[in-house]
Each structure stands twice: as structure tokens, then as C-alpha cells.
């Protein structure tokens, strides 16, 4: 196939270039050439804090659904979680993420309060939320407190499949208008999705990308599938690795100033995955932050790397590993680039 260029990808090119093996390495060269012309080198850090374990949905993928009576649930207070960025700003992190569950537990006023603490404490830093679904007043307020990007993965954009993913409670339409909603408040927002989710065809994939143009996120994460032991979908086939990491090139290409990590679960399905991703075309690491007597419990799918007794170690684990696959970690807040944008 003659490569052309990604504004002119067709939704049949995109299905062949999603659906071939062949492709990963000239996509991969393509996308980090994209890269190096505007992020060079660098590799941003976010240091994640996974502050709650619990949730009020009941996604058939997901390992902390509700109806998962098998894990012992958690939450952070505010105690630890000002600690947890406190640890993390000596470690050089300058932008937090706190992501959790929908845990209804947390009010509005609570986050704020933590977003304005860590704020007070740490001026230079950014902080991005990644709770799920909330109303767009909550959000604001989230966002006049303080915050200033906001993850929220569509998962999805065929609806069908959405309902084959998800109980009829949640509603498709609602999880879109959120990301659009952040959008409008100012959030610098981050959509994505996973890579092989029971059912998804290579076409659903397009309709994601054809999506995110329409939402021209500043962030995209994806990943693959992972199943779960205690969900619904224990026995469905991972997602694909290569299939993964071509995405994470064609986003490259399609959205050239995003900020696109290079997934823990990734990472988990491939011990080179993050640094394979950064070679595809990814720019940010999350490394995981939170208290390590916590961080197995925080089990979305099985395997997760980075929960046992390494795990302290991640920030000069990482620092190594980046190194040798020819990146740099660096200490800034990475903002998205926003000198020139197409899409
Ligand atoms: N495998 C891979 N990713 C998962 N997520 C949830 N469950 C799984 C799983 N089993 C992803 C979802 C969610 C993000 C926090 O983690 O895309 O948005
Ligand atoms: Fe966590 Fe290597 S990044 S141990």
C-alpha cells in the first residue's frame, strides 16, 4: 500500500492499516519522526495517584466493578493523597493524576479541596482528574478550583458495541457530551479507548478516531484489553499488542500535537510495551504514585505490572528503560503544544 498522508486516510485505509501486522514497523517509523519534529526526544511523567478503588458502575470488563465482591476496596484520604504529591514532587513529578472509580464518596467539595491544597503546595504543578462521569457544574467547579485536564476514554464510539461492554444504566451519549462539556469549560481533555474489547470490530476502531477528530482531544490514551478474573469477561481473548501499538502510531500521525502515553497495560501485556509505545509514536508515561500497599488492589485487569515489591522503584526503573530505548524523561508540567494544530 502507498502511504499517504494522514489527513487523507480513507475509513478503508484505516481498516488496513489497523488490521495488518505488516504495517507496525513503517507506521512506527513514520509517527516518531511526527513526534521528534515536535516533542523531539522528551518523555513527560505523570505521576498517578489511583486514589479509590471503589465504583458505582458495573462495566463487564472492568476488575473494580461493583458487583466485584472479590477485591478488598479502598480509598485515600486527604491526609495521603497531599502526601502522595508531596512524595511525587521530589521525585521530580510536576503534573498529578488522581484517578479513581466513580466513588460518589468524594463530593464535589471534596475534590476541590484536594485540588486546591496541592495547588497551594505545589504552584508549578498541573493536575488531572480522571473520577468518570460527572455533572458539568461538578466539573466546572473541579476546574475553577484548580484543575486543569480531565481524562475520560469514550471506551467506544459504535453504540451497539457500548451496550455489549456495558449495563443499559449507563448511557452512551452522556459519557460523549461529558468529554465535550470539559471541552467547553477549558480542561485540557483526554479521550481513548482499549484495543480488542470483547466484540469490537477493527471498524469500531475508525469510528473512534473519526471521534476523537471530531473532539480534538489534547490527550489520547489507549491500551489493550486485559481480562479480568472476576468479571463477566474472563475468558474473552486479550487485545492485541501490535494491533496496539499501530494505534498508538496512526494517533501519532492523525493527531500530531497530542500527548499520547505509553500505557501500563501496555506494559502489561508486553514487558517492552512502554517502551515500544514511546518508539510508536508515545510521549508520556504515568507511572504510578500511589502508596504501594495499595496498588494491587487496584486491579482493572489481571498481571498489572508495577504492584509488587519493585514498585517503589518506578521513577528510576523508568528513567533507565527510556533511556535505553533512546527518550528522555524530562521535569515539566507538558502542557499540550499548542503553536500549530491539524487534524
Ligand atoms: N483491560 C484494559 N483496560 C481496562 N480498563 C478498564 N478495564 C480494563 C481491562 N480489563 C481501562 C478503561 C478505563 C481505564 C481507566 O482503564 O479503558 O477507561
Ligand atoms: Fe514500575 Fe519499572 S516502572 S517498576
Request: with cysteine.
Amino acid at each position: 500500500m502507498n502511504f499517504i498522508k494522514a489527513e487523507e486516510f480513507t475509513d478503508s485505509t484505516l481498516v488496513e492499516l489497523i488490521s495488518d501486522d505488516k504495517y507496525n514497523e513503517e507506521l512506527a517509523k513514520r509517527a516518531d519522526k511526527v513526534r521528534k519534529a515536535i516533542y523531539g526526544s522528551d518523555v513527560y511523567v505523570r505521576g498517578l495517584i489511583e486514589f479509590s478503588n471503589y465504583c458505582k458502575n458495573d462495566c463487564y470488563y472492568c476488575g473494580i466493578r461493583r458487583s466485584n465482591k472479590n477485591i478488598e476496596r479502598y480509598r485515600l484520604d486527604f491526609d495521603e493523597l497531599i502526601m502522595c504529591a508531596k512524595i511525587g514532587y521530589k521525585l521530580g513529578y510536576r503534573t498529578f493524576v488522581l484517578q479513581g472509580g466513580e466513588d460518589m464518596a468524594y463530593k464535589d467539595d471534596d475534590i476541590c479541596r484536594i485540588v486546591e491544597e496541592i495547588k497551594k503546595i505545589h504552584s508549578d504543578c498541573a493536575i488531572t482528574l480522571s473520577l468518570g462521569e460527572r455533572s458539568k457544574n461538578s466539573y466546572r467547579a473541579f476546574y475553577n478550583a484548580g484543575a486543569d485536564r480531565y481524562l475520560l476514554r469514550e471506551e467506544t464510539s459504535n453504540r451497539q458495541h457500548y451496550y455489549k461492554i456495558h449495563p443499559s444504566e449507563m448511557s452512551f451519549e452522556n459519557r460523549r457530551q461529558c468529554l465535550f462539556d470539559l471541552k467547553e469549560i477549558g480542561f485540557q481533555v483526554g479521550g481513548g479507548f482499549m484495543v480488542g474489547s470483547p466484540y469490537q470490530e477493527d471498524e469500531d476502531l475508525v469510528k473512534d478516531l473519526r471521534f476523537l477528530q471530531e473532539l480534538e482531544p489534547d490527550m489520547v490514551g489507549i491500551g489493550p484489553y486485559i481480562s479480568q478474573h472476576d468479571t463477566p469477561f474472563k475468558d474473552m481473548e486479550n487485545g492485541s499488542y501490535k494491533k496496539t501499538l499501530r494505534l498508538v502510531s496512526i494517533l501519532r500521525l492523525m493527531f500530531p500535537y497530542c500527548l499520547i502515553p505509553a500505557t501500563t497495560a501496555l506494559g502489561t501485556i508486553n514487558p517492552f510495551g512502554r517502551e515500544e509505545g514511546l518508539r510508536a509514536g508515545a510521549n508520556v508515561l504515568m507511572p504510578n504514585l500511589s502508596p504501594t500497599s495499595y496498588r494491587e488492589l487496584y486491579s482493572l485487569y489481571d498481571n498489572k505490572i508495577c504492584t509488587g515489591d519493585e514498585a517503589a522503584e518506578c521513577r528510576s526503573c523508568l528513567e533507565l528503560r527510556v533511556k535505553k530505548a533512546g527518550y528522555n524523561i524530562v521535569t515539566a508540567r507538558g502542557d499540550v503544544s499548542k503553536t500549530k494544530r491539524f487534524y
